[in-house]
């Protein structure tokens, strides 16, 4: 072989593992697209329909969960979970407000950034003395304490603490299962 067609050779096999690494890249770390509204780091989420702490803790977790790059305002999450809710949190999550809330500060730069405001809500046993995270109030209605912890994700894959809180959340049993009715947060934990 000569030396010319051995530089070929080598040169195309280096552009070949360029591409496969390319490859391998784009599938394990995926587009940069956001995910669609409505989803938690692109995952749906689909509370148990018979049981009030999953359902009250995947809730929250995705109405405190922003995409502020595809979303306009927080109300495009708790408009996501609108399948969930009932009462007066289906009644807001039916239609925008009007006039608008005032915009949250750090948004239009989340937005710019294409970053994600990530929520995790779980139940909070501390509040209740039999160390349960629900209360029940007969049959078709019952309270979950709830801690939310938020971070910001940044598209760099760096995380930033962002704000906590806990709160109770009301549920009632429907024919479709237990849906979200209203929340409270009593205490900003950050």
């Not at 080598?10 to 940069?32: H, K, N």
């Not at 407000?97 to 710019?112: F, G, K, N, T, V």
């Amino acid at each position: 072989m000569s030396r010319r067609a051995g530089i070929v050779f080598a040169c195309l096999g280096i552009v070949g593992v360029v591409a496969i690494a390319a490859v391998i890249v784009f599938v394990f770390r995926g587009s940069d697209t956001p995910p669609p509204p409505g989803t938690d780091a692109g995952i749906a989420i689909d509370p148990s329909a018979t049981d009030p702490v999953g359902v009250a803790t995947a809730v929250m977790s995705a109405v405190y969960t922003w995409q502020p790059a595809v979303q306009d305002s927080p109300w495009d999450a708790m408009h996501g979970q609108r399948q969930h809710l009932t009462g007066l949190m289906a009644t807001a999550a039916a239609t925008p407000p009007d006039p608008a809330p005032q915009p949250i500060p750090e948004w239009s730069a989340w937005a710019r950034s294409g970053d994600v405001v990530t929520a995790v809500a779980r139940p909070d046993t501390s509040v209740y003395a039999d160390g349960t995270a629900a209360e029940m109030d007969g049959d078709n209605q019952a309270t979950v304490a709830v801690v939310i912890d938020r971070v910001v994700q940044h598209r760099s894959g760096e995380i930033t603490p962002f704000t906590g809180y806990t709160g109770a959340v009301d549920l009632e049993r429907t024919d479709d299962g237990w849906k979200v009715s209203t929340y409270r947060l009593t205490a900003t934990d950050r």
